[in-house]
């Protein structure tokens, strides 16, 4: 059974094409691998096992008759902010008790259109507000990296973080994610695995909790960049439900790995290298230009300018759109009602007591950020520094530039509970230091392993693209997984 | 708004007070239910009426994950609207959420457009009268901006003892949210210019004016000041829903305020509500103080953009409006203004009576549109589409008349039985013999069977010349009502040695 999990979603589809292995089989396998592994590591909130082998054997039927789809019979695990019609889907709050949707939202059922089996539902940070899993109400997650000879429980990330966590624990063969500030990317360089936020309005938002309307996108988490590749190609679509939905032809984004790199000019922008970031990750930052170089790449030193107040204007703009898109939230129709003796006092007890801290302390920063007085000062200056920094990378992208090198995270994956981080909630949201400039541009990023620290835990780089040029960062972050070799955690669960 | 003062003060619309005359200032917020089949933002249909909770979507119901996606149904219509308003039409416009919390409000933000509404300024021109001497004053009352956004749904609180009710039917719906400036200086120029603005939205077709069913309903801005005076501070009366309620609306508040400032206080800016039973107004309920909407252009919608050559194909494709078509019937018609402004009030009128004038005497037309049909269907308390006398057989009834067949006198006569009983008129005259008998012969031969058998009325009316009408009368009668009445009349005259 192992032996079945281990296999990535590419070895999995040639496997169950050629027939050597069935979909239920497959599927069974992971059902047991979760069995036995989430009662430690809590990657799942919600296992569809009665559905998942439904799912396995119309794949089997389909496959027997030679009309299996790209992702035919291929298990994966579907993070618990995409509606998934008829199952648990509550954005891992307490104010979505219950909450399972009669509609499906549109990336997943691209998945499921093309054969992809349903495993179940992956814990992650409260309405994708976090960086660490640790603000779920279903409890945290536990990465399956532990520090060489230590017992300590790492966070895998968030808020993608139990879908970091199941990939890299073999848990599913891959899994849907998504990212406002780097909630694919920062979980995936933490468990070593792949994540590619791509293009803002590559993905469909419908059916998709909205945290931060202008800021969130879809996407994988994978073992590989090949898988990541695979996924996306299914995952991504235009739909005349979402008009911030771009309707440009998804290619075949499997077919840009091994694409060469020769020529191609990779920017590095000093901005990126912040006061007090590991010796490790610097040189890590190095041996990323190396590789690159030695396939072909040019390297060039770029400047965006306004790096630093990414992060400042992020959490001004995230919070604001937050505060208003989970104003739905209010015990009228669904998920949690807590009985008031009048409505304002229903809403207060039921918001109260439904949404945790990081939700609320962001829905308080979202609105002062928006009230009258403070609108201007708040609001538009962030939106206009946005101008900004999406000006800085469209002025090296126009000088020739093809893709930006940058570490991924400021770290490797920290401890539960750590002290630090609780104490002080910015500490957390400098996790996305290096992350956030990329949604606040809208541009495509991929985060892929390329190193261990010293204490044995992956580290990543990222990949930051042309608008709609997955393809490039595909074919670097290939270059690079090539050069680095592949990372898996040692099993302690 | 900066408030420009447009109008100078006129006397007749002074208010007095105890220490001396007062003006009141009216500015009006209109809101317009868009006629469309479907919502503004979602798919579900719009259509009034239905079981509680049928027409709702995902979308309206703003479950998780849901976007909005524009009706461009709804886009063309504020256009139209615009134009029909001979408003700036916005090339780019935005939409902007609206952030509270109520329960009729799902999204718990309404989808509305604040510093970038689709349409700007415009005027509307206003007939308010008649006054006693049957005359009208032409004002203009400006427009300021025309913005779409969405309808809220329904409370309902007196269904059950301790629980309220929402009906999300109308959540969603497209209102076109119409701001006049502050023109307006009497209620009944705010209750004329609500009644033109509704006839021209009628005209277009893009809002039926039913305010009875809620798809037009008005905020009344009333503040007082001396003529000619400094702005006074404003109240807003909310949700007026009927054009008399918003005259009675008016001085009610009109009169609150001036009994205020004079008892030596001061207007403390308020929305408040018509109760029409008490004839007043009062505070409303605070649902919080000062409300912060928190306004943001709403990140799921692009900002709404098109070319002039969409708003020039939509500007050839509009119907006649109102006043173009009045101006057309005093000039080509020669109507008179009091008729033409009663026969383009609807366009449904306007339309009935451009059938039944088509190739006929628009005079006549007018006439009998005007005081038999639109006479008879108030009196039945019935609209022009009920009218159970369609044009065809109005103008059927008036050819007969011009072809001498039946007098005018028949011809009310018949308008009605084709009333009560419908029919052709033209076979209606037929079976039961109304034609006028025209033939002098005959007439002749009535009249002096008249005058034979009444040989002491000769007497009398060769005295009295006035006298011939009893004979005219007497013949008539003897003809069963048939006779061609002039023929009579002059035939009776001529008998008698009378000219």
């Known amino acids: 059974m192992n032996d079945l999990t281990s296999l990535t979603i590419a070895e999995a589809r040639g496997k169950l094409a050629s027939k050597d292995i069935g979909a239920v089989e497959l599927t069974d396998a992971y059902l047991a691998a979760i069995d036995q592994a989430n009662g430690a590591l809590n990657a799942y909130v919600a296992v569809t096992a009665d559905k998942a082998r439904d799912m396995a054997k119309a794949s089997d039927a389909r496959l027997a008759k030679g009309e299996g789809g790209a992702l035919e019979g291929i298990p994966l695990g579907i993070k618990d902010l995409f509606a998934t019609e008829g199952v648990h889907t509550q954005a891992c709050s307490h104010i979505l008790d219950g909450f399972k949707p009669r509609y499906e939202s549109t990336v997943t059922a691209n998945l499921w259109a093309d054969g992809a089996v349903m495993l179940g539902k992956l814990n992650m940070d409260e309405f994708a507000m976090g960086s660490s899993n640790e603000t779920s109400y279903y409890g945290p997650v536990k990465n399956p990296w532990r520090k060489k000879g230590s ?286 400039t990329v949604n606040m541009a809208g541009l495509p990023g991929i985060a892929v392993p390329a190193g261990l620290t010293g204490d044995g835990l992956p580290l990543g780089l990222q990949l930051i693209g042309r608008p709609f040029d997955e393809e490039t960062l595909f074919a670097l972050g290939s270059v690079i997984e090539q050069a680095a070799g592949r990372f898996e955690p040692a099993k302690w669960w | 708004m900066t408030l420009i003062d447009t109008r100078t003060p006129d006397p007749k619309n002074f208010i007095s007070g105890a220490t001396g005359d007062w003006e009141i200032v009216i500015g009006m917020e209109v809101h317009a239910q868009v006629s469309s089949e479907a919502k503004l933002f979602s798919g579900a249909s719009a259509e009034y009426g239905g079981e509680a909770n049928d027409h709702v979507s995902l979308v309206d119901a703003a479950m998780p ?214 004839g007043e107004t009062r505070a409303m309920r605070t649902k919080e103080d000062a409300h912060d909407y928190r306004y943001f252009p709403d990140p799921d919608l692009l900002p709404l953009e098109f070319d002039q050559a969409y708003i020039d194909a939509l500007l050839k494709e509009l119907p006649e409006l109102p006043d173009d078509k009045k101006n057309r019937l005093i000039k080509d018609a020669g109507l008179s203004p009091y008729d033409a402004s009663i026969l383009v009030s609807e366009k449904a009128i306007a339309d009935f009576f451009e059938k039944v004038a088509d190739g006929r005497d628009a005079k006549q037309a007018a006439n009998w549109t005007i005081n038999d049909l639109l006479g008879a269907l108030n009196k039945a308390g019935k609209g022009i589409d009920e009218s159970p006398i369609s044009a065809e057989q109005l103008g059927a009834i008036l050819d007969l008349i011009r072809e001498g067949t039946i007098s005018g006198k028949i011809a009310k006569d018949l308008f009605e039985i084709v009333w009560n009983e419908g029919g052709d008129p033209k076979q209606l005259v037929d079976e039961r013999g109304m034609k006028q008998v025209t033939d002098t012969g005959a007439i002749e031969k009535a009249v002096d069977e008249v005058i034979a058998a009444n040989p002491d009325k000769v007497s009398q009316a060769m005295a009295k010349p006035t006298m011939a009408g009893w004979f005219v009368g007497q013949v008539m009668k003897a003809t069963g009502g048939k006779a061609n009445p002039q023929a009579v009349n002059a035939l009776v005259k001529a008998k008698l040695g009378l000219e």
């Open chain 2, 65 to 278: 994950g849901m976007l909005p996606v524009i009706n461009e149904e709804c886009v063309r219509q504020a256009v139209r609207t615009g134009l029909g308003l001979k408003a700036e039409i916005k090339h780019r416009s935005v939409f902007d959420r609206k952030n509270y919390f109520y329960p009729d409000l799902p999204q718990g933000y309404q989808i509305s457009q604040f510093k970038d509404p689709i349409v700007g300024e415009g005027v509307v021109s206003v007939s308010v009268g008649p006054n006693s001497k049957g005359e009208f004053e032409e004002i203009e009352v400006g427009v300021e901006r025309l913005h779409l956004e969405q309808d809220a749904g329904k409370s309902m609180h007196d269904q059950h003892p301790t629980m309220s009710f929402v009906d999300l039917n109308r959540s969603g719906v497209a209102l076109m949210e119409i701001v006049s400036k502050p023109d307006m200086r009497s209620a009944d120029e705010a209750k004329a210019y609500l009644t033109k603005l509704r006839t021209i939205l009628r005209y277009l077709g893009t809002c039926d004016g039913n305010m009875d069913e809620g798809s037009m309903r008005a905020d009344v801005n009333v503040s007082v000041r001396r003529p000619g005076g400094a702005f006074g501070t404003r109240c807003e009366i909310k949700n007026v829903n009927s054009i008399r309620f918003v005259g009675q609306s008016i001085e009610a508040e009109a009169r609150r305020q001036i009994a205020i400032i004079e008892d030596g206080g001061t207007i403390d800016q308020e929305t408040r509500l018509f109760d029409p039973v008490k």
């Open chain 1, 151 to 436: 017992n300590l429980d790492l966070v895998p990330g968030g808020s993608s973080g139990g879908s970091a966590a199941a990939v890299a624990a073999h848990l599913c063969a891959g899994a849907t994610a998504t990212d406002t500030g780097g909630s694919i990317r920062q979980p995936a360089a933490f468990t070593g695995t792949v994540g590619i936020k791509p293009t803002y309005g590559r993905c469909s938002r419908w059916g998709t909790v909205a945290f931060a309307s202008s800021l969130d996108q879809a996407g994988p988490i994978a073992r590989d960049v090949r898988d990541a590749a695979i996924l996306l190609t299914s995952m991504a679509s235009v739909d005349a439900k979402d008009t911030t939905s771009v309707d440009r032809a998804v290619p075949d984004y499997e077919a840009a790995i091994g694409r060469s790199v020769k020529g191609l000019r990779i920017g590095i922008p000093k901005e990126y290298r912040v006061d007090g970031m590991p010796g490790e990750i610097e040189t890590l930052w190095q041996q990323g230009i190396a590789w690159l170089k030695d396939a072909g790449a040019e390297i060039v030193d770029v400047s965006l300018p306004h790096t630093k107040y990414a992060l400042p204007a992020y959490y001004i703009v995230a919070p604001a759109e937050a505060s208003s898109n989970l104003a739905r939230y209010d015990g009228v129709r669904y998920g949690l009602r807590v009985p008031g003796k009048d409505i304002a006092d229903m809403y207060e007890k039921t918001r109260a007591e439904g949404f945790g801290r990081e939700v609320k302390r962001r829905v308080m920063i979202g609105t002062y950020v928006l009230s009258s007085g403070y609108y201007d000062a708040y609001y538009l200056r962030a939106q206009k520094v946005r101008t900004l920094i999406k000006r800085d990378f469209e002025t090296v992208y126009a000088d020739g530039i093809d893709a930006l090198l940058t570490p991924a995270t400021p770290s490797a994956a920290f401890g539960i509970a750590d002290q630090d981080m609780a104490s002080d909630p910015v500490k957390m949201y400098l996790n996305d230091i290096f992350t956030v």
